[in-house]
C-alpha cells in the first residue's frame, strides 16, 4: 500500500489521469492536476476557501441556462476567452483580428437583405455600417456571410429578455463585389450581467464591468477560415478597460453624423443617422 502525503499526491493524481484512453485527455487532465495542485500550494489554500470556490462554481452552474452562459462569461472576465482565441486564430497580418464570440450569440437568426433593417424599430439612432468583404490577396468574397447581434439602448441581448422572435440579429450576404450593408441601430457601452456569481466576484475589486460599444460579427464564406469579431465605436468609453478584453485598435472605427437623407442602401432616411465603414479581410484555410 502506497500511503498519500501532501508530497506525492500530484504524482499519484497524475498518474491516475494519465490512464486517459484519449491521449489528448490524458495530457489535459495531467496538465490540470499539476496546475490546480501548484495553485493551492503557492496559495496555502485554506478549507474554507475551497469550499467558497465549490459554492461559486455550482451558483454559477444554477444560474446558467440555454440563454444565460455564466460560465462563458467567468471565463471571459477572467482573460481566458481571449487567451484561448489569440492562441487557435494567428491570422496573417493584414487579416481582421478575431475576439471573443461572447455569451449571447444565438443561432438560426432571420436572413436579410442588402440594408435590410435588424433593428425593426428598436428605438435607437439609425446605423449602418457598409464595406466589402475580400480575401488576404484583395479579391472579394461574395456570398460571404455575416452574423450580426448586439445590444440594444439598455445594454440588454435578445437572450437576456423575454421575447419570442429575433432582436437586433439578423444574417447578411456579401455581394458579388464583397460588398455589404447592415441597417441597425448605434450601440451603448454596457455592463455585464452583475447579478450573478461573476458580478459577486467582480465587486469584490476595483476592475470596470463595463463594455465599450460595439457590434458582433460571425463571418463564414467557403475557402476561409471562420471571423468572430466585433467592430467598436471610436471614442466610445471603456476601449480601455473593457471587461473581457475584447478591444483591438484594428476593430475600432469611426462614426459619420449625416442629415436626413439619401443612405447607403439606396433608399433615404428621414432621421438624423450614423454610418461606419469597414472592410473585413478573412484568412483563407490552409492548404490540407
Known sequence: MQLVTEDNITALAQQRWGTAKDPRTAQLMTALVRHLHDFAREVRLTEAEWMAAVQWLTATGQISDSKREEFILASDVLGL??????????????????????????DGSPEL??????????????????????SLDGSPVP??????????????????LDVDEARLRAKYRAEQDGSYCVRTIAPKGYSIPMDGPVGDLIGQTEISHFRPAHVHFLLTADGHEPLITHLFEEGAEYLDSDVVFGTKQELVVRYDHREPGPAPDGTTCAVPWVEARYDFVLQPCKPH
Open 81 to 106: 476567452s481571449m487567451l484561448v482565441v489569440q492562441m487557435n486564430h494567428r491570422f496573417s497580418p493584414g487579416a481582421t483580428p478575431a475576439t471573443v464570440l461572447g455569451p449571447f450569440h444565438i
Open 143 to 160: 456570398g460571404a456571410v455575416l452574423d450580426v447581434w448586439q445590444a440594444d439602448a439598455e445594454g440588454a441581448y435578445e437572450a437576456q
Open 113 to 134: 437583405g442588402f440594408g435590410g433593417d435588424m433593428s425593426d424599430d428598436v428605438p435607437g439612432t439609425p446605423l449602418y455600417i457598409t464595406g466589402t468583404v475580400r
